[in-house]
């Protein structure tokens, strides 16, 4: 559960802007989503494997 500390003075927008934030960091969309559909583990160590051999030949300068 997120909790924001408003004070009184404390425009409702700046409240709003404080609380997108503080469940953006929480990622909690990010489970939901990542929970809907069940992936075998053997998929999900693949998709990370491919990511990480993305991740160095974008580093090395191999794709343009």
Same mark, same amino acid.
């Given at each position: 559960?997120?909790?924001?500390?408003?004070? &009184?003075?404390?425009?409702?927008? %700046?409240?709003?802007?404080?609380?997108?934030?503080?469940?953006? /960091?929480?990622?909690?969309?990010? *489970?939901?989503? &990542?929970?809907?559909?069940?992936? %075998?583990?053997?998929?999900?160590?693949?998709?990370?494997?491919? /990511?990480?051999?993305?991740?160095? *030949?974008?580093?090395?300068?191999?794709?343009?």
């Amino acid at each position: 559960m997120l909790i924001i500390d408003s004070k &009184d003075c404390e425009n409702i927008d %700046k409240a709003l802007k404080k609380y997108k934030k503080k469940f953006e /960091k929480s990622r909690t969309l990010l *489970q939901l989503r &990542d929970r809907q559909a069940f992936t %075998k583990p053997s998929v999900r160590h693949r998709t990370g494997m491919l /990511k990480a051999v993305y991740k160095q *030949q974008m580093a090395a300068g191999k794709f343009d």
